[in-house]
């Protein structure tokens, strides 16, 4: 029987921003759904398990609750390669895989596994990346801490956790700031303890952050009130004219060129000259790539809109590579603009 590729979240957040607490309501609770969790390596597996599988580097264990939890210190691929094969042979059973990032660790290796892997493809494809925040402490870490800045850069949707222990003003500038840090993901609040099951799916699944057809937009946010020398620079640009196929070649070219390690998260919907459909961009850590997505419509406004997120960004030099994009029109002008 030929089984459908099956969706995968990445889970990352700072030390203590939940993870731990939302991983382990997934292990223990019933809420009839079936998940493999992949983490680097778990304790005490405190609810009925049976051991499937265990070598030097990988173990595999079947809750009561129908969840599969593996624990992987070697190679990400071939832990889920693995996965599969016991799930094509009927010895386990999952719908979803939930990958729990260290909350040390830059989370953009992971995610481009999906990207460059192209044999995965067949098994798996991710949904999206969803990070924690903590609401109550972020502000003593966001500034210092790059691996917490790449974890919200990476993020298609940001989850503040204990907003409801944290003064409202500082959960609203809390917002406000990771929204702007991140132009392409959503941001809300979530109880991780006590919220019903309905809504934690509904906030960590269903991202479709990395569709090859579309790209969901979320709306720009307002600048911050509160001044930040923020590292993370989000930078959104929008052409209502087709570009020109060639100078947007060279201008991503010489995006990955000049940020070869900085440039974490690429995605956008493109209108190019010669073209009858939507190009679709997703690229993270300077791979990037372009797939063919729907057909434009006759009535349908061609428009381009790009989202480019990474670290010590120089955004003017961003907009005027894009808008050298844009071809002039009769009256010798360009309209593009940033969003």
Excluded at 113 to 124: I, P, S
Aim: aromatic fraction near 6%; charged fraction near 25%.
């Amino acid at each position: 029987m030929t089984l459908i590729a099956v969706p995968v979240t990445v889970l990352t957040g700072f030390l203590g921003s939940g993870k731990t607490t939302l991983i382990n309501r997934i292990l223990r609770e019933q809420h009839g759904r079936r998940f493999a969790i992949i983490e680097n390596e778990f304790g005490e597996i405190g609810v009925d398990a049976q051991l499937i599988y265990r070598d030097g580097t990988e173990t595999i264990v079947e809750l009561a609750n129908g969840c599969v939890c593996c624990s992987v210190r070697g190679d990400l691929v071939r832990a889920l390669t693995d996965l599969a094969t016991r799930r094509d042979a009927n010895a386990i059973a999952f719908d979803h895989v939930l990958i729990e990032a260290s909350g040390m660790a830059d989370p953009g290796p992971v995610i481009r596994t999906f990207l460059a892997e192209t044999a995965l493809l067949t098994k798996y494809y991710l949904d999206g990346v969803v990070a924690l925040v903590d609401a109550l402490h972020a502000h003593r870490y966001l500034d210092t801490a790059p691996e917490a800045q790449a974890q919200i850069g990476y993020a298609d949707r940001i989850l503040l956790t204990k907003a409801d222990a944290a003064p409202a003003d500082r959960v609203d500038a809390l917002a406000a700031r990771v929204a702007h840090m991140n132009a392409g993901a959503s941001v809300r609040a979530i109880d991780v303890p006590r919220a019903p099951w309905g809504e934690v799916f509904e906030d960590l699944f269903e991202v479709k952050g990395y569709q090859f057809d579309r790209v969901r937009f979320e709306p720009l946010a307002p600048e911050p009130a509160a001044a930040h020398s923020e590292h993370v620079v989000s930078v959104a640009f929008s052409a209502d004219q087709e570009l020109d196929a060639a100078a947007l070649d060279r201008a991503l070219l010489r995006l990955k060129e000049r940020y070869p390690d900085t440039l974490w998260r690429v995605k956008g919907v493109l209108a190019v000259r010669g073209s009858r459909r939507q190009l679709v961009v997703q690229g993270v850590q300077g791979l990037v790539q372009i797939h063919p997505g729907t057909i434009w419509r006759p009535y349908e406004p061609r428009r381009s809109r790009l989202v480019i997120i990474g670290r010590d960004l120089d955004p003017a030099w961003i907009q005027a590579e894009l808008r050298a994009c844009v071809p002039a029109d009769v009256s010798g002008t360009s309209r593009a603009r940033p969003d």
